[in-house]
């Protein structure tokens, strides 16, 4: 037995023995983590039976993932392309053009997306198994199999499907030998051509004083004919600006009849101007002779804000609530039709350019599209098609037909209305400080095709004639860019160009018969003429030996 306890065996018996004793006043000793060197709280004094300690497996604190095979994507949450379904409601028009600016976010916002967050690379799927038609369903009896080779070999090279994946490194236009610091996607994109966009002049060419300039969003002063005449009223006076040698001649002074100017307008082609009244009168008068044509003392019992002229029928906008339609070359003093679909003052007037529609804008919210060529709708409340319009009755005995639409869809006063000339039934309309929103119609079915949230009030809308594009001034705004004319493409309504000065809403707006130039006023006093669009294309005939037609005597 001595032997047995000098042995080394015996030695490591007795201190296995000795570890056993001294485990007990071990417990409640304090234990230090080896790890990050914290003792953990223990007591010494009141010792409980300890519940069993479960070991955990202790791992690294840093993660690497393997980009190559795993959908980024799907692992870390990102956002996809499209971005956000709902639109931002806050749009805030830029202080200057920003189609530049535009064109180089959209490039580094995709050369981004690329870098970043790179297209999760495509995984190989399991063979699927080929359908069976309804035919083969039915079994068939056995037979004898053929003799095939059980195990057949190919090249990968001279398989058509091969099974082995191709070799990267054997392609010499791999992104492995670029040496651009970005992905072959982004470099396209960046050595693709651009597209060029339109530069517009900052500054007005011309800038004239137009003293008493009345500051009224619901009249219309400012009208430009189809002879390079310029038509605007100041207080009780109108005056006629000629285009080609900046002579100015007073056309009419309404002072001797305690009136005001509240309306001016252009007929078509020719040389009358109509002008209404804040009383309620209207006259016509022919810019040759500066003398008037005819008078309508009662045209309307309160102001007239919205005059337009189709041909020979005059249309007035009264803050009566009613639309009238005369024929100039009646006469009779009292309209042939009167209209009333609108609750409140009547202050936007536009005919269509082929003689279709009239559209007007109330100060009701409402746009309402009427036809007096015949076209009617019923007199009962109904929807249109797609919900975006709807059409009720006019009311009113006496008040001739219903309009043929009633849009509901602006929460201002409408005073902004254009029809597109190169697109036939497309009526653009704008709401005032309220709404702040320019939509487009088909007036055809009725549907609202677009809208557009400029961020500030909507004066006035005007279409471009050589490109098609479409001009709005702007007055109050939720923002700090306020008092601006922007210019905007159609259908993508993308800003083309923004243009300032004007230090007041800009309330009026008017186009030089040739569609280049623009003219603007506001209540600041001034008018300010731009260079708005280009030339028509092939405005500019030249002479040719191959035209016989001018000839011929």
């Known amino acids: 037995m001595s032997g047995l306890k000098n042995s080394p065996f015996g030695k490591r018996l007795r201190a296995t ?8 006043p071990r417990r409640n000793r304090q234990r230090v983590n080896p790890i990050f060197y914290t003792a953990t709280a223990s007591t010494t004094k009141d010792v409980m039976p300890e519940s069993p300690v479960t070991t ?29 379904s709902t639109p931002s409601k806050s749009r805030i028009i830029p202080t200057e053009s920003d189609a530049l600016k535009e064109q180089a976010n959209a490039i580094f916002t995709s050369i981004l997306h690329t ?50 994946p191709t070799r990267r490194l054997d392609t010499p236009t791999d992104e492995a030998y670029s040496m651009s610091p970005v992905r072959a996607e982004s470099r396209q994109l960046l050595e693709s051509p651009r597209r060029q966009l339109r530069s517009v002049c900052k500054t007005p060419y011309r800038v004239l004083d137009a003293p008493d300039l009345a500051d009224d969003f619901y ?59 804040l009383s309620g009168r209207m006259h016509i008068y022919d810019a040759n002779t500066l003398q008037v044509q005819r008078s309508y003392n009662n045209a309307h019992t ?54 279709g529609p009239l559209a007007s804008g109330g100060n009701d919210n409402k746009v309402c599209i009427w036809d007096l060529r015949g076209s009617k709708r019923a007199s009962v409340t109904g929807s249109s098609t797609s919900g975006s319009g709807s059409v009720e009755d006019a009311g009113g005995s006496g008040s001739g037909d219903a309009p043929l639409w009633k849009f509901h869809e602006h929460t201002a006063a409408v005073k902004a209305l254009a029809w597109d000339p190169h697109v036939s039934g497309v009526l653009a309309t704008g709401g005032g400080t309220q709404d702040k929103h320019i939509r487009f119609w088909n007036t055809f079915n009725g549907t609202m095709l677009s809208e557009l949230d400029t961020g500030s ?26 008092n601006q004319i922007c210019i905007w493409k159609y259908p993508t309504l993308n800003m083309v160009a923004s243009l300032t000065g004007h230090t007041h809403r800009v309330l009026y707006l008017a186009m030089s018969p040739d569609g280049e130039t ?19 294309e092939g405005g500019e005939k030249r002479e040719t030996r191959l035209d016989y037609g001018r000839l011929i005597r």
Not at 120 to 138: D, G, I, M, V, Y
């Open 115 to 164: 870098e970043v967050t790179p297209p999760s690379p495509r995984r190989p799927t399991s063979p699927q198994r080929p359908t069976t038609s309804s035919s083969a369903t039915t079994t068939l009896p056995p037979s004898t199999p053929t003799r095939k080779r059980i195990f057949h070999y190919t090249s990968p090279a001279t398989s058509a499907n091969p099974s082995t």
């Open 219 to 277: 009249l219309n002063l400012v009208d430009w004919s189809n002879t390079n005449v310029l038509g605007v009223g100041l207080g009780s006076c109108v005056y006629l600006w000629t285009a080609h040698n900046a002579a100015v001649s007073k056309l009419c002074d309404l002072a001797g009849s305690n009136d005001t100017v509240s309306s001016v307008s252009w007929v078509q082609k020719g040389t009358l101007l109509a002008i209404g009244t």
């Open 302 to 355: 309160q102001r007239i804000g919205a005059l337009a002229w189709n041909s020979h029928i005059l249309s007035s906008g009264s803050r009566d609530r009613m639309v009238h339609h005369r024929d100039v070359r009646e006469p009779s003093h009292r309209p042939f039709k009167r209209c009333a679909g609108h609750r409140q003052e009547v202050c936007g007037l536009k005919w269509a350019r082929d003689g």
């Open 17 to 24: 023995h000795q570890d056993n004793e001294e485990d007990g």
């Open 518 to 536: 623009i003219v603007t006023g506001a209540g600041d006093e001034t008018l300010r003429f731009w260079n708005a669009f280009p030339k028509k």
């Open 56 to 84: 955990r497996d202790m791992y690294g604190d840093r993660f690497v993932p393997s980009r190559d095979a795993g959908d980024m994507r799907t692992s870390y949450h990102l956002m996809d392309e499209s971005g956000p």
């Open 457 to 482: 009030q909507v004066c006035n809308l005007i279409w471009s004639l050589t490109s098609h594009e479409l001009v709005s001034t702007h007055g109050f705004s939720s923002t700090t860019a306020q």
